[in-house]
């Protein structure tokens, strides 16, 4: 353990490393900030620089743009009232009526603090679940890769949007999308108008990274514009004096952090939750704690930083949490991890138990970056703490142009030293940003089209390279236990859903 | 919406059973599903997941917001100049097409409305920034071309020669102009002033496409497309 613990820290104890990183977290706090701008949409446009620099430290780059983003949507939260994204959307109450108050400054750095807690107590979980999770799969063969990867897929399909039939279908697009390209086993042209577009790169399929710059950057950038006519709302000037709330204070609200953590870490490691369901289960905890404190703490919903502590260390442990699955069993938590994965494939590193036997040493090294991660987040959100407000008056009609020239040179570079490539690229990036607009426009979720085209290729090779080891027998699924395991988890995760609905209905 | 995925799926279907017996000699024993068997299943899925919605999803049309003709117009803008931009990158160079695309739209965002009657000042103010960028540009390469040369000659020590250090003097001799137009600008252009939202839109334009050609060509050697740009 100890050579391979010397040898992650080795990857990364460079001064380009720190220096990304420290880049990566400050974009990603002004990403955060900007409503708008999402922790997913800045992965993705960060992923051509993380895919120019080495491994280790490309994750480095894309997991502090991932901790800086989650973080910095609570600045205009408690600025301005509105969310900089979900994650930060059970933030505002309590956050909004501290400012109102004139104890902004008190709510952002209790908010930075409550991140760096919920990050790195995340951060501890993940170092030891993951590793006992990637032991599972020792006993899986491609039987179970294959349902595995269903049940990551229907989960999230299932939960992601409001509306099941919608999820699956997308779910179904991306898998679709997965398959274009050559036959992996038998090097066949699975592409439309093969006789003019064998040539081309189109014949390696769709470009990954070009696709999610297009889904999540190009899609917004035209979303975004029918807020063109409003004006970007400046916060009222606010007294920023006492930023850093006091030991005793912090220490009172043990019962709530650790509630707090305790969701939020196990909500990311639920494929397809994410931080937005966690933050509003920790307010709720955090409420039912402090009306049961006798007084000792003020009630959550009255203006208090106990209303702000509760949804900040969840969503950040959010973070660590949804690295769990993401690195143990190569199925993302989230949106943003899943182009996480994207980033590992295109380095040639597949997540799972591979990763663990094989190339410890880079999963020290993403612990150790996380770490870090975690303490640049916070040490620039507090350092920034009278800068990053005026970052919020920045119009979006000119964030947005840039958004999309940085999505078209993302999309570009990423095919290096190739130009031809390159301009597909921009032509793939572009044509998924315009389908990505009008999906997110009729309320169709994205995640499971990311999905869908990460677990597509892991789906297709093991569910063929089961059913040759059976003899092409497609029963093999239904002669292993953990098959039924994940089967009945993803007919649950459908059910699930349905019957919450009709019980909702019922009610109403 | 869910139209378009039924006729999407059944051309999907279409597709692959036009591609026929896609089994490998050697599989037919072996038992491999063949190339074509899980798109066939996922177009089968996409069917029926699509004719699910198009029977029970029905759009609710006063939930629809309704789109002001200024934010068409600027759609449009949006989508033919991206499209341009795409086409045009190889034969026109990344300098050029980035600088236009840039100034056009924050120009087109800021004024929100695209106006006949403005024609001449989108020209003007594309000539303008792709001319300071082309400025820019020039001052970059003419820096990192005689660092170069100077350091394989040996008439400066080598540490000069080297990309990291060329890229961060560039990038802070670029910054420094950059800063001395921003603050003559915000002198002469007040925020209230008709011209503020031009000067700004070329400020982005030449500034944004200047550091993305740093950090992407000059920091991380990828092969930018010249196009016009011939020096």
Redesign the interface.
């Given at each position: 353990m100890d050579s391979t613990f010397a040898q992650g820290l080795a990857q990364i104890a460079n001064l380009s490393t720190i220096l990304w990183m420290a880049i990566g977290s400050v974009l990603g706090i002004i990403l955060g900030a900007l409503p708008g701008l999402t922790a997913t949409m800045g992965i993705a446009l960060m992923m051509p620089?993380s895919f120019?620099l080495p491994t280790a430290t490309g994750i480095g780059l894309l997991l502090a743009v991932y901790c800086g983003a989650v973080s910095g949507a609570s600045i205009p939260a408690i600025l301005l009232g509105i969310p900089g994204n979900p994650n930060a959307i059970a933030t505002v109450e309590d956050g909004y009526l501290m400012m109102k108050k004139g104890r902004a400054g008190e709510a952002i750095g209790g908010a930075v603090v409550a991140s760096f807690i919920g990050g790195i107590g995340s951060l501890v979980c993940l170092i030891f679940f993951s590793p006992l999770v990637a032991k599972l799969t020792l006993a899986f063969g491609p039987a179970e890769k294959t349902t595995l990867a269903l049940v990551g897929l229907v989960i999230i399909a299932s939960i992601s949007g409001n509306?099941l039939?919608?999820g699956?279908?997308m779910g179904?697009?991306g898998?679709?999308l997965a398959?274009l390209g050559t036959?992996p086993?038998?090097g066949?042209l699975?592409i439309?108008f093969s006789r003019y577009l064998a040539h081309t790169p189109l014949a390696q399929g769709l470009d990954l990274t070009s696709t999610l710059i297009g889904l999540f950057g190009?899609s917004q950038?035209?979303s975004e514009?029918?807020k063109?006519?409003e004006e970007a709302r400046k916060p009222a000037k606010v007294s920023l004096n006492h930023i850093f709330p006091s030991w005793k204070k912090i220490c009172s609200m043990w019962k709530i952090t650790l509630s707090s953590l305790g969701i939020g870490t196990l909500i990311g490691a639920i494929p397809g939750t994410g931080a937005s369901i966690a933050v509003f289960m920790a307010r709720d905890a955090a409420k039912h704690i402090t009306d049961n404190s006798k007084g000792k703490l003020e009630p959550v919903g009255s203006g208090c930083l106990e209303g702000v502590f509760a949804p900040e260390v969840a969503n950040n442990a959010v973070t660590g949490g949804a690295l769990i699955p993401t690195l143990a069993l190569g199925i993302p938590g989230d949106s943003a991890t899943a182009i996480l994965i994207g980033a590992l494939m295109i380095k040639g590193v597949t997540p799972g138990f591979q990763l663990f036997g094989q190339n410890m040493s880079l999963v020290y090294a993403i612990f150790i970056t996380m770490f870090i991660a975690n303490i640049f987040m916070a040490l620039f959100q507090l350092a920034g703490v009278r800068l990053y407000p005026k970052i919020l008056s920045v119009?979006s009609?000119?964030l947005?142009?840039?958004v999309?020239?940085?999505s078209?040179?993302g999309a570009?570079?990423i095919a290096?030293?190739?130009?031809l490539a390159?301009?597909y690229n921009?032509?793939i990036a572009?044509g998924m940003?315009?389908i990505g607009y009008?999906?997110k426009r009729?309320n169709?979720p994205i995640s499971p089209i990311v999905l869908g085209l990460i677990l597509g290729g892991m789906?297709?090779e093991n569910?063929?390279r089961a059913?040759?080891l059976?003899?092409?027998?497609y029963l093999t699924f239904f002669t292993k236990p953990i098959c039924w395991f994940f089967f009945a988890m993803c007919a649950l995760s459908i059910v699930m859903p349905i019957i919450t609905r009709k019980r909702q209905e019922k009610k109403a | 919406?869910p139209l378009v995925?039924i006729c999407l799926s059944v051309l999907?279907f279409i597709?692959v059973l036009s591609?026929g017996n896609?089994k490998?000699i050697g599989?037919e024993i072996?038992?491999?599903?063949g190339?074509?068997m899980?798109?066939a299943i996922?177009?089968f899925?996409?069917f029926a997941?699509?004719a699910?919605?198009f029977i029970?999803?029905k759009?609710n049309e006063n939930k629809q917001?309704k789109?002001?003709k200024?934010?068409k117009h600027?759609?449009m803008l949006?989508?033919v100049l991206?499209?341009a931009?795409?086409v045009l990158?190889?034969p026109l160079g990344f300098i050029p097409s980035?600088s236009m695309?840039?100034f056009t739209?924050?120009y087109a965002?800021?004024e929100?409305d695209v106006r006949k009657d403005d024609a001449l000042r989108f020209l003007t103010g594309n000539l303008l920034t792709l001319a300071m960028t082309l400025v820019l540009y020039t001052i970059g390469r003419k820096i990192t071309r005689t660092l170069l040369i100077q350091s394989r000659k040996g008439l400066i020590p080598q540490f000069w020669g080297k990309n990291g250090v060329i890229v961060f003097i560039v990038f802070a001799v670029v910054t420094l102009i950059i800063t001395i137009i921003a603050i003559l600008c915000k002198k002469k252009w007040h925020e209230d002033d008709r011209n503020h939202s031009y000067w700004?839109s070329i400020m982005?334009g030449f500034a944004?496409?200047e550091y993305?050609y740093i950090?992407?060509k000059q920091l991380?050697l990828?092969?930018?497309?010249k196009g016009v740009i011939t020096w």
């Open positions: 620089i120019q509306n039939a919608k699956l279908l179904a697009f898998m679709a398959f036959d086993f038998n066949q699975r439309p190009i950038v035209f514009m029918r063109i006519n119009p009609q000119i947005m142009p840039i999309l020239v940085l078209f040179i570009y570079a290096g030293q190739a130009t390159g301009i921009l032509a572009l940003g315009i009008f999906l009729d169709y789906f297709e569910f063929r059913v040759k059976a003899g092409g027998n | 919406m995925f999907y597709y591609q896609t490998m599989d072996g038992g491999d599903p190339s074509m899980l798109p996922m177009a899925c996409m997941t699509s699910y919605l029970t999803d759009p917001e789109i002001s200024e934010e600027l759609y949006t989508l991206a499209c931009y795409v990158i190889r980035t695309l840039l739209l924050c965002n800021l929100r700004l982005m944004t496409t993305l950090i992407f991380f990828v092969e930018l497309v």
